[in-house]
């Protein structure tokens, strides 16, 4: 493919069309000892454009006549695409997240990369993820699901500012500049008494021991998943009976009364122990979701689970579980905050209604002896 010439501004910058039909664009210029110079600054699928190239052109100009460095890099700066960022990125999640293969990854790569791979970061705007959040509803996709997707999104470009692969640019996403969608959490499915003896009478004849193991310990301690899972021996004090919960991003630090059940299961699992983590993988890593058989054997158990929506029984309903029977048995709602970590009161207030009132016999006793 030739090169083409064109002048604006009485500069001239060289056109190349690859055989891809991108076009590379080139600044010519002479330098302090009156040398010819050629740079490419870009290509025109990641936004660089002619009247760009120029200015380019007149920034290494003033610099020559002013004897300072000739600013090529800041051009690299400039055509950062948002793709480059993931890839910084994924380096920095592969050594520091356990899941970065489930949540990073793949979210990456199904939802993210086919809309805004090959755009320059720097060029996104708000609108941009508003528009991303409405494709993704518009799929069909659940607002829990597109929330995340957002926030790895997020979490990409924030990884890109706090190492300065880009500079002068704040996130599009931070401080409500997209509007996220809202998640109902008011109303969530619990197991009955009945129906958890039933699950684990279950997993113990059909000597399901891990499942019956996680199942165990997330229904009597209320912590979410990777709450469990994280779990060392150093966590656990046998003596006190008490399980600590380190902070998360999510959730706060708090400990834990062991119940016998639980009791039970961390004996069998000390005496198997040859790892620091107190329920580890075959290839002892962190287990990072619940083995799917689990939900093959809810959804046969209880009629109707496959389509039950928000009220849908799963691995994380054991949380639920967990919270729901403390308010039902009378426990007061910030007791439940406490045990469950939350941050913040609003996330434990969907289970308020739960909780036995007496308010209307204590203001009989109060208001008929008045």
């Given amino acids: 493919m030739a090169y083409t010439n064109s002048r604006k501004y009485g500069s001239t910058i060289q056109h190349y069309k690859k055989k891809s039909g991108d076009i590379s664009f080139y600044i010519t210029y002479k330098d302090e000892n009156n040398k010819l110079k050629r740079i490419k600054v870009g290509d025109k699928s990641k936004g660089i454009t002619e009247s760009y190239c120029f200015q380019k052109r007149n920034e290494i100009l003033t610099k020559i006549r002013l004897g300072e460095d000739i600013p090529i890099k800041s051009s690299k700066r400039k055509s950062f695409i948002f793709e480059k960022a993931f890839e910084h990125y994924l380096e920095w999640a592969k050594e520091n997240k356990k899941t970065w293969k489930h949540n990073d990854y793949q979210v990456y790569h199904k939802h993210l990369a086919p809309i805004l791979a090959n755009k320059l970061l720097t060029s996104l705007?708000?609108?941009d993820f508003e528009?991303?959040?409405?494709?993704?509803?518009?799929?069909?996709?659940?607002?829990?699901?597109?929330?995340?997707?957002l926030g790895t999104a997020r979490q990409i470009i924030n990884y890109a500012i706090r190492n300065e692969l880009i500079k002068n640019y704040s996130n599009p996403i931070s401080n409500g500049k997209v509007k996220l969608p809202k998640i109902d959490n008011a109303k969530v499915g619990f197991l009955r008494k009945e129906q958890t003896d039933e699950l684990l009478n279950f997993l113990q004849n059909r000597k399901q021991k891990l499942l019956y193991r996680l199942t165990v310990l997330l229904l009597h301690t209320g912590a979410r998943f990777n709450e469990v899972t994280s779990l060392t021996w150093n966590d656990i004090n046998f003596l006190n009976r008490l399980i600590y919960f380190k902070p998360t991003k999510d959730g706060n630090s708090r400990y834990v009364y062991i119940s016998d059940k639980v009791f039970e299961v961390l004996e069998e699992l000390r005496d198997e122990s040859n790892s620091h983590l107190i329920i580890p993988s075959r290839d002892n890593e962190q287990i990072t979701q619940m083995p799917r058989q689990w939900q093959i054997i809810i959804d046969e158990m209880i009629k109707g689970n496959k389509t039950a929506g928000k009220y849908k029984i799963t691995p994380h309903s054991l949380r639920h579980t967990h919270a729901s029977w403390m308010a039902l048995g009378g426990v007061d709602i910030l007791q439940i905050k406490e045990q469950l970590g939350h941050k913040k009161i609003d996330m434990t207030l969907r289970y308020a209604h739960l909780i036995p009132s007496q308010r209307h016999e204590l203001t009989k006793n109060i208001f008929n002896a008045a």
């Fill in 125 to 127: 705007k708000p609108k």
């Fill in 131 to 149: 528009d991303l959040k409405q494709i993704k509803l518009k799929e069909g996709y659940k607002p829990k699901t597109v929330l995340g997707i």
